[in-house]
């Protein structure tokens, strides 16, 4: 295999694993930002993964509807449904003024019990098996040129440009227009913004649904790339996105970064074989699979001391505190 | 040790609580009457467990009254809508309540007809079958007991570990390991099984540490670098398995037996619960609650860990070496987790396979020790709970139903004890509206005149 036909192999992966990852962890950063910590987008992606998979897989057997149609009907399905599971988080993490890390945790378990249990209720298996039709084979005019053509505009998924045009709609939106100010400003000093006329709760609500949405499209975005089955898990992509969030210093420009660096070392396990020289090393599968969590737990001792990380998130907002 | 434990205390405190009313003196007797008569002719048949069960329960009752009006005698002026572990204890029901009621309304939504049925089966949950489901309910508490006391004590320092899964798979593999190996241990009774357990121990307090030094020294989070952790260690101990032959049994796909000598023993628990897997595995987890409640509450050390928890810069005001105790905090936690996997593993059949799973204990121990008010003795009691719960699941499968809907119970009990604002106001509502009902009782307990009464409003 030349260089270049390596090259044209591994890019399309790695963007299709970048992809979710920073959609995700664009979701972290908007909860974030508005001071709320969300470590409930693994149960989140998975929420809105598994309601997605049922909405393609029955919309795949009855309807006679274009795969863009349903593509884009699965990813919407996946945004509202992730939105919606995320106002139990924000409940409870702004108004109850609870734990944000207990009542995530609850939320992931509860996203995988309730999957596991109505998928086993109704269909026996936990498996969803859905049809792999998304990819495109190549996007009119762009795909013509030369190099760049076959690298990203040839084969990819559908979900991949959906996820990159709302990627570049969330830096919009959080850092040029007033809603976006406002948000950060209620993740650094909610006490200052409240002060200025800002309602902190009703902006925290905006943040933490912002990034349920986020999650949930997340979720069936990994899933149109991933799994032709899902298996009812997300691989731990929620958690990875935080890890990813971290690493990009809570800046969306290094999130991206952040988030190809991690694609790459999950893309490493996929094709470790068919790279000549790491496939030298003689190692086994379970080592390369291995690698994405070690070099977070690295990259995280380093990056962690000085870390810019939203002044008040994760604690309740006190009206009276100073 | 100047100061030696006073055991005239302790006998005059039951003397006091036997004698001073007849709540106590019933309940001893029919604990009397529940251990040495009614099992020694009744166990055998269906009736004789019923009514030995509701001896059971009704002695329980009449302790647990007496303790209570024992208690009102001794602090006369006591308000209970201004006690804190009362209120949050209430929560705690409270929220078991609404975990219920949600899964009865998802198990009424997917299957009407069998809806109650299910339900109750949920609710008798290791009373399903007799001594023998009794028994294996404690039997599969046991790692969940230990996982809750793990997370229950790191969050006593302010830690959340969630990755009690990772420490209990890693020091479930030394245990086994061990327990393949080293035969040369075999020879003494126990000692084999003992060294086992202290692998495990040594081996999920060595994982828990890694958290803790990144969270002392280089500020990691600690709840993502412990998720993180989990993974490293399902992948490395699966590599590990697979590297080595002389452990890993490659047709089926799991390690080899472990030597008999390195099985839990049992000490004649089996032969109280008949039928069932029980070992003493419950003993073990009883003795680490007890030495945890020990560290916590009676030791300089675990004031100090509560210190860093409450307010860590306060702490270090105070001359606390936080930084030391969040990272030995850990390693306890971390040990007991991994003791966790010993318990698991070192039995027959318990296979351990090289499978890229996490082990759901370690995050079932994050919902007990919520449950338990992160006290030792809280988590016990907790984690029989869920042990019932889980076993009336497998239960349920006998029914049209899938046994997830326990996991979904669960995920929302902790989420509704997550919301404890919610919960404690409604619970102090509820006291404050039985305080009339309350006094009125309170005075029948306490003989009181209604002049002794005022005198007590007005201090208040």
Redesign the interface.
């Known amino acids: 295999m030349s260089f270049l036909d390596l090259l044209y192999y591994l890019v399309p992966l790695i963007i299709a694993s970048a992809v979710p990852l920073s959609v995700v962890a664009l979701g972290a950063l908007f909860s974030e930002r508005s001071g709320v910590v969300n470590i409930a987008l693994e149960g989140i992606m998975l929420m809105g993964a598994f309601v997605g998979a049922v909405v393609i897989r029955s919309l795949q057997a009855n309807s006679s509807l274009s795969t863009t149609s349903i593509a884009l009907i699965g990813l919407g399905v996946g945004a509202v449904v992730g939105m919606v599971f995320s106002v139990a988080h924000a409940f409870a993490s702004i108004h109850m003024k609870s734990n944000q890390i207990i009542s995530a945790t609850a939320l992931n378990m509860f996203a995988l019990a309730f999957g596991s249990f109505i998928a086993r209720t109704f269909n026996n298996t936990i498996i969803i098996s859905t049809q792999d039709v998304f990819r495109i084979p190549s996007v009119p005019i762009l795909g013509d040129i030369p190099f760049i053509g076959n690298l990203f505009f040839k084969g990819a998924y559908l979900s991949t440009y959906v996820g990159v045009i709302i990627f570049i709609i969330g830096i919009v939106v959080l850092y040029k227009t007033k809603a976006g100010l406002r948000l950060r400003s209620c993740g650094e000093n909610p006490q200052a913004a409240d002060s200025l006329g800002i309602n902190v709760y009703r902006v925290r609500y905006a943040g933490v649904l912002v990034s349920g949405a986020l999650a949930g499209l997340g979720g069936v975005i990994f899933l149109m790339s991933f799994a032709q089955k899902f298996l009812m898990t997300v691989s731990g992509f929620g958690f990875l996105a935080l890890a990813v969030l971290i690493f990009g210093n809570w800046k969306p420009n290094k999130i991206i970064l952040a988030g190809i660096f991690f694609a790459m070392t999950r893309v490493l396990a996929v094709s470790f074989n068919a790279i000549p020289i790491i496939s030298d090393l003689g190692l086994t599968l379970d080592h390369y699979l291995m690698v994405p969590y070690i070099t977070t737990l690295i990259v995280l001792a380093f990056v962690s001391k000085n870390s810019a990380a939203p002044r008040a998130a994760g604690e309740p907002y006190d009206a009276g505190k100073r | 040790m100047k100061k030696t434990f006073d055991w005239s205390n302790v006998i005059s405190n039951i003397k006091s609580y036997v004698t001073s009313h007849w709540f106590g003196l019933t309940g001893l007797l029919l604990l009397f009457i529940f251990l040495f008569i009614t099992p020694s002719f009744l166990t055998t048949t269906e009736v004789g467990y019923l009514i030995n069960l509701w001896v059971l329960i009704i002695t329980a009752f009449v302790l647990i009254v007496g303790k209570v009006v024992q208690f009102f005698r001794k602090n006369k002026h006591f308000v209970p809508s201004e006690s804190a572990p009362l209120i949050s204890g209430l929560g705690s029901v409270l929220a078991i309540i609404i975990g219920l009621i949600v899964g009865l309304i998802?198990m009424y939504i997917?299957?009407p007809e069998q809806a109650f049925q299910g339900f109750l089966v949920i609710l008798k949950g290791g009373f399903n079958q007799g001594m023998a489901s009794f028994g294996t309910m404690i039997y599969y508490a046991v790692p969940i007991i230990l996982t809750g006391l793990s997370v229950s004590f790191a969050f006593r320092t302010g830690l959340?570990n969630?990755g009690a899964s990772g420490q209990l798979i890693f020091g479930a593999f030394v245990a086994v390991y061990i327990g393949i190996k080293w035969d040369f241990l075999a020879g003494v009774p126990f000692l084999h099984w003992f060294v086992a357990v202290l692998g495990a121990l040594l081996a999920g307090a060595a994982w828990g540490a890694i958290p803790g030094l990144?969270k002392a020294y280089?500020?990691?989070?600690e709840?993502?670098?412990s998720?993180?952790?989990n993974?490293?260690a399902v992948?490395?101990v699966?590599?590990m398995i697979?590297a080595d032959q002389s452990i890993y049994f490659k047709t089926q796909d799991r390690l080899y037996d472990i030597l008999p000598s390195a099985v839990t023993p049992k000490f004649g628990l089996d032969q109280i619960f008949v039928g069932s897997q029980i070992n003493i595995g419950i003993v073990v987890a009883i003795l680490i609650a007890i030495i945890l409640y020990i560290i916590l509450f009676k030791t300089t050390f675990g004031y100090e860990l509560k210190a860093v928890g409450l307010n860590r810069d306060a702490a270090k005001y105070a001359g606390v070496n936080a930084k030391r105790n969040i990272v030995l905090s850990m390693i306890i936690s971390g040990a007991v987790a991994g003791i966790a996997g010993a318990m698991i593993f070192l039995d027959r059949g318990a296979w351990f396979k090289p499978e890229?799973v996490l082990r759901p204990e370690g995050?079932t121990g994050?919902?007990i020790s919520?449950l338990g008010l992160n006290h030792p003795f809280g988590v016990v009691f907790a984690g029989l709970f869920y042990g019932s719960l889980e076993r009336g699941g497998e239960y349920l499968n006998l029914l049209r139903?899938?046994h997830?809907?326990?996991?979904?119970i669960?995920?929302?009990i902790?989420?509704v004890?997550?919301?404890?604002?919610?919960l404690q106001k409604l619970v102090i509502k509820n006291l404050k509206w039985n305080s009339k009902i309350f006094q009125k009782i309170k005075r029948v307990i306490l003989k009181e005149s209604p002049s002794d009464q005022s005198e007590g409003g007005a201090t208040q």
């Open positions: 998802i997917v299957n959340f969630i990144l280089r500020n990691v989070n709840v993502v670098s998720i993180m952790l993974y490293i992948y490395w699966a590599i697979k890229i995050f994050i919902a919520l139903f899938k997830e809907i326990i996991d979904i669960i995920a929302v902790i989420y004890s997550a919301l404890g604002l919610i």
